[in-house]
């Protein structure tokens, strides 16, 4: 069976620095894998890699078994992965709805003049992400920080993806918004959502991943369980500054 | 769609009262109207690609240039009828208006807004050397065919013309294509990260604002009869259209409408004290107060005003 994302021997060169070095790792449908390393090790830079923001020097990606290595962002999207991002970008003067429009928009032109609003399906998706239905009228600029991740996950998820990648989902949340957040992934995993999830709130990380790869300087130092890959001395020593 | 009943009263109540509106008022004035209703068009224009995405244009005279141009060497040096030359301008307008757009895939901010000035710049040196006998060179052109005789039937063709790209526009821009449009404006990269092709939708938006330009600058140059290169490819329209736009509101059609009327009667009724350079002063003056007190325009407060209305009314 091929994996739905696989990404082989991925190396990502700016000048003389190597960000991503000969990385390589696969996820399988209904998997959650944690993705996990300190500061600058290269977590965001492969997210982008497979995204298509940032252009990779080798190396091949696929998406259940597609090459997608070489295709534009909006066409990756478009082929079932989809990221959100350390900080939250909302469209800022537009409603939470408005924002969640644009993810569900059709790539065509024709479509998007004469073609009828979803907005039965604006709302249930703002809805299923614990958005409170007196929010959806609100400007993002009126929003709390939980739950303005709670607008990109809806945004994200309009795209209809097989995989998501999430950045920092926790960065800036409160005790209770992690919770809120934490419980929403678990529920989309259950409903057999694929995850690659960077976080460095560790502690939250656990319960919402099956399997963890850590990368240290661009390279990937171990793979395994979260548990194992959490006692491997590698790990422990560049979280440490070793 | 959100279209309500009262945006298509207010739409009807707006035509029949323009449609009045020569037995109200003198001929002079009625040609400053007519000049108001060209702004208007190219206040659209404008909006429909910079007001929406962002990508602020100082080169509009390019693209309503071309239609002129276009328009009046066909029918004046070749003597093809305006039912053709008309529409050739528009497609012109259309091509120069991607050629506009190339810029758009590498620059943006302050740097597309020199790169479109430097097109009209171009523009502007270009017809002056290149084959004279057929722009006219500096001293431009006269004697082009003109579609309307008298005031009154010039505002009706300028009206005409400007209310049923405005409404066009206006339709269009309610739909998601129109919100696509701002969302670029806002957050380029999130479009493109919710599967939207960027590329694609700008250069529908160039084409659409070409489009509008260069129907609007084919049909001027026929109600004026002459081109001046001078006046045309000048800072000083650019600023005209761009204020016009802002001042009434930018990304929402209807408020560029506004703020062309609003802005050619000021300048109309300041011109006895204002010969010359002064008008910057208006212009900067304009662009600083909207900055300050109201980035959303004319437009915006009309709204609040009728939302305040509305609200005391209903308690």
Redesign the interface.
């Known amino acids: 069976m091929t994996s739905l994302l696989k990404v082989s021997n991925l190396v990502k060169k700016f000048g003389g620095l190597t960000a991503t070095h000969d990385v390589s790792f696969t996820v399988e449908k209904g998997d959650s894998l944690a993705l996990i390393g300190p500061n600058g090790a290269g977590k965001t830079t492969i997210f982008s890699q497979i995204?298509g923001?940032v252009r990779q020097t080798s190396g091949t990606i696929h998406l259940a078994g597609q090459d997608i290595g070489a295709m534009?962002?909006?066409?990756r999207?478009?082929h079932g992965i989809?990221?959100t991002?350390q900080v939250p970008?909302?469209?800022?003067?537009?409603t939470v709805l408005?924002n969640i429009?644009?993810?569900l928009?059709p790539?065509s032109?024709t479509q998007?003049?004469?073609?009828r609003?979803d907005h039965d399906r604006e709302e249930a998706l703002a809805l299923s992400v614990g958005l409170a239905p007196q929010d959806l009228l609100k400007s993002p600029s009126e929003l709390s920080m939980g739950d303005l991740r709670k607008l990109e996950l809806a945004?994200t998820m309009?795209?209809n993806p097989s995989v998501m990648l999430l950045d920092e989902v926790f960065a800036g949340l409160t005790v209770g918004e992690i919770a809120q957040i934490s419980e929403l992934i678990q529920s989309m995993r259950r409903e057999g959502m694929t995850f690659l999830i960077v976080s460095h709130d560790l502690k939250a990380l656990e319960p919402l991943v099956d399997r963890a790869i850590a990368i240290n300087q661009g390279q990937k130092v171990a793979e395994g369980s979260f548990k194992e890959v959490m006692d491997n001395e590698a790990v422990v020593a560049s979280y440490l500054g070793g | 769609?959100n279209i309500r009943w009262y945006h298509l009263a207010l739409w009807a109540a707006f035509i029949i009262g323009m449609i009045y509106l020569p037995q109200l008022v003198s001929k002079g004035t009625l040609r400053t109207i007519i000049f108001a209703n060209y702004l208007a068009i190219f206040a659209i224009s404008w909006d429909v690609l910079s007001g929406r995405t962002g990508y602020v244009s100082f080169g509009h005279p390019f693209l309503i240039g071309l239609g002129a141009y276009t328009t009046a060497i066909l029918t004046k040096r070749f003597g093809v009828p305006v039912e053709i030359s008309i529409p050739a301008a528009v497609l012109v307008t259309m091509v120069g208006g991607s050629l506009l757009f190339l810029p758009a895939l590498r620059v943006r901010g302050s740097y597309f807004a020199l790169v479109t000035l430097a097109f009209m710049e171009l523009m502007y040196q270009l017809v002056q050397v290149i084959r004279p006998d057929l722009t006219g060179g500096t001293r431009g052109m006269s004697g082009i065919q003109t579609l309307t005789r008298g005031a009154v039937n010039g505002y009706y063709l300028s009206f005409g013309l400007m209310a049923s790209l405005g409404f066009a526009m206006w339709l269009?821009m309610k739909?998601?294509?129109g919100?696509?449009l701002?969302?670029i404006g806002?957050?380029e990269?999130?479009?493109?990260?919710?599967?939207?092709?960027?590329t694609?939708?700008k250069l529908?938006a160039f084409m659409l604002s070409a489009f509008v330009a260069g129907l609007g600058g084919a049909f001027y140059v026929h109600y004026l009869g002459s081109i001046a290169p001078r006046a045309l490819f000048d800072i000083n329209f650019v600023f005209t259209i761009i204020v016009a736009a802002i001042l009434g509101g930018a990304s929402t059609i209807i408020g560029p409408i506004f703020g062309a009327f609003f802005l050619t009667f000021l300048l109309e009724y300041l011109r006895p004290y204002l010969p010359g350079a002064e008008r910057y002063f208006i212009y900067g003056g304009i662009a600083l107060l909207l900055y300050m007190y109201e980035p959303k325009g004319l437009h915006h407060v009309l709204q609040m005003a009728l939302s305040a209305i509305k609200g005391k009314s209903r308690s």
Do not use: H
């Open positions: 995204m923001e534009p962002t909006a066409t999207i478009r989809s990221r991002y970008r909302p469209f800022s003067d537009m408005e429009r644009v993810g928009m790539d032109l998007m003049v004469f073609g609003i945004r309009a795209t | 769609m269009l739909t998601r294509l919100t696509a701002s969302a806002m957050n990269e999130a479009v493109r990260g919710s599967g939207l092709n960027t694609k939708l529908a």
